[in-house]
């Protein structure tokens, strides 16, 4: 069993930066490639990032690829999304997740609770 809580949203102007954070307790989060996804009001959920247990590899929807670094800390457990050159369409509510691997990262096995970021004009 693994618990996400994800933290850092907020409010920003367009044009500005975030960062999220995503802390992760019981099994060690080093065991599993770790994601970001992000739910608009009236709008699927989308893939954002994702990395794998080792940080080596990392993969980013082109929606915000050259904006947005996801990156992680297996010694605090923790993965990071920083986003800069925020734009208003990346206002969603953004979730932290988990997966066996890059691969299966599609099927999450884990989710947190959400953190909402908004973006203003």
């Known amino acids: 069993q693994v618990q996400l809580v994800e933290s850092g949203g907020g409010l920003v102007q367009a044009g500005g930066s975030l960062r999220l954070s995503c802390a992760a307790s019981g099994r060690p989060v080093s065991s599993y490639a770790m994601g970001w996804f992000r739910q608009a009001p009236g709008k699927e959920r989308e893939f954002v990032a994702s990395?794998?247990?080792?940080?080596?590899?990392?993969d980013y929807a082109d929606s915000v690829k050259g904006r947005f670094t996801i990156s992680r800390d297996n010694a605090k457990n923790t993965v990071y999304l920083q986003m800069n050159s925020l734009k208003p369409e990346d206002t969603a509510v953004y979730y932290c997740a988990t997966s066996v691997n890059l691969a299966t990262m599609s099927s999450p096995l884990y989710w947190g609770q959400g953190t909402q970021v908004t973006v203003s004009s």
């Open positions: 990395i794998s247990w080792g940080g080596g590899s990392t």
